[in-house]
């Protein structure tokens, strides 16, 4: 969270988290808290997260591959036109289409109805390795059902509980749950709706229903104030992200998954085979031409991949010191520290490198003698 240049000036974890004393009704949904810039900074630092995004993702999905148990869930929900939807296409264009799973929950189909309120949740759960992202999730089992009066209180009453230790047991199997509600202000859903009777390409997105949902908007706001009350918890907390700046809460989204999934820890396997033999056996089948095309890009390939773990782990570094309630003195040493770490696994790296040109050439000219030997029909 670099202070100058990212726009962030708070952790937007810490700006937006629920906590216990949150207070729904003097929520301002126009406000774009932590954040220091216009709607053109906003969008241009979500671009910029979105490398980056793409690299944690790729290092949960490899994780997952060779047996990792972690996942990563993000719960949306809002009223309509709060912009569930588009958070979630943002979020998902930014990451490869193979590492994320999206779900979208309706109203309970008959045979879902014979079934507990989470059934249809648990078979809907991210695989090991995948960001899952939930489209309105087992909480429409604590808003709309409570709003509309779809299962008696005592039912409804006890499924908080239920969903924390369900929630619980997840976080504890691997799985890092986000829980985002996009809040927007009631004037501001006003103006969205009429836009969808507006024009002609946004109407198939408009539903009678909307307006009847709208009439219960205090209804709503008391559910989703007992929801934060009840379900912001420490394993899972609820982020509610003031939605009426659409491109803060795509910001504000997209920051609060990149800083989690640095904290994770994402490195890259290891595998359990040696590169060096690989290697040996590889170029046994290539020809010299290929090897030596391989050669040339040796230093360009290991630069890169210095490159890009390089960012990573500064970004590391940064929430390290940040998070860290130290003084300032204390700050500089653990940034020392970390950068330490960073440069010696560079160097590390660098004499990897030396190792493979040199196990490069020999190969060479193992594969031009083999092709000579061929040549002259030896
Ligand atoms: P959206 O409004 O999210 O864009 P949509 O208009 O296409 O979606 P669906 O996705 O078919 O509609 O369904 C959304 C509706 O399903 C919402 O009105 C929501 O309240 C309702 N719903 C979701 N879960 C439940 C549930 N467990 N019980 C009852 N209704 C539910």
Redesign the pocket.
Known sequence: MGKGHSGWTEDPRDALRARPDFSLEEFDRGATPGFRGRKSDGKALGRQRGTLLSELQERLFAEGRIGGSRSVLCVVQGL?TAG??GVTRHVMSMVDPQGVALH?????TEEELKHH?LWRIRRALPRPGLIGVF??SHY??V???RV?D?APRDVWEQRYDEINRFEKDLVDCGTVVLKFALMVSQDEQGVRLMERLDRPDKRW?F?G??VR?RGKWNAYQEAYQAVFERTSTDWAPWYVIPADHKWYSRAAITEILTQTMIDMDLGWPQPDWDPFDMREELAAEMSSRALKASLSDTVDNVKSAIAEDASVQREEVEVQVEDGDVDGASAKAEERAALAEVTAQKAQRFAELTRTRQQKERLVEQAEARETLAREGR
């Open positions: 309509d569930k939807g979208s929950f309706g109203p309970p309120f489209d309105r429409e089992d808003l709309v059902v509309d779809l997105k539903s229903n909307d949902t």
